[in-house]
């Protein structure tokens, strides 16, 4: 619209003239942190979950932290007298995370959910400590000394993930120990589906 040598235009398109942006912000997806301590389970671009382990007095806890857009949103605990029974570490707090979330519509818990089923694992450690394990039967010379260095190397490798021995240990004889280590060290060895 003119008048008189006047053009008329929006303040949009009047800011847009002069280089600046007037439209709806794009999207911009904020990472979390890469140096919050614990696990990073990245689901999306939005959503990041970040687990850690904790001691208890009778046992021990995995916790999980929601993320969206790096900004913390939710957690949730399940605790734990001696053992997990999971595909890796944190599946089960993972799973209730996302379950029981507040902030994530049904499509992302769906999308959380399958990713929490897929097995996140590092087949590599646990090859690892079960081959540094069986070295025991190499630089032991009798039964005790075999057993007390598999011991020693699971309790290394795993004893920040919740590795605890039962409380009678001492009092078993050297034999029952072998049997319960070198079957720990098989789960280890074992190699995922597809390897």
């Not at 979950?49 to 957690?75: M, Q």
């Not at 001696?82 to 799973?95: A, D, I, K, P």
């Not at 920040?160 to 409380?167: I, K, Q």
Request: aromatic share 8%; proline share 1%.
């Amino acid at each position: 619209m003119t008048k008189k040598g006047w053009r008329l235009e929006s303040a949009r398109h009047a800011l847009a003239s002069k280089g600046i942006e007037t439209a709806a912000p794009k999207q911009v997806y904020r990472q979390v942190n890469a140096g919050i301590e614990g696990t990073h389970f990245k689901i999306n671009d939005k959503i990041t979950a970040i687990a850690r382990y904790e001691k208890t007095r009778n046992g021990f806890r995995h916790i999980a932290d929601l993320y969206i857009n790096g900004v913390l949103k939710e957690s949730a605990k399940v605790t734990y007298i001696n053992r997990t029974w999971e595909s890796y570490n944190f599946q089960t707090v993972l799973q209730k995370l996302i379950r029981e979330s507040g902030v994530l519509s049904s499509d992302e818990k769906r999308l959380g959910l399958a990713y929490a089923d897929k097995d996140h694992s590092d087949n590599k450690t646990f090859n690892t400590i079960a081959m540094a394990a069986k070295m025991g039967d190499i630089f032991g010379q009798t039964l005790k000394e075999k057993n007390d260095w598999k011991a020693r190397m699971l309790k290394a490798g795993l004893g920040g993930s919740g590795l605890e021995m039962p409380e009678d240990w001492e009092s078993l004889d050297e034999e029952t120990k072998k049997a319960r280590l070198d079957a720990a060290i098989g789960v280890l060895g074992k190699k995922k589906e597809g390897d």
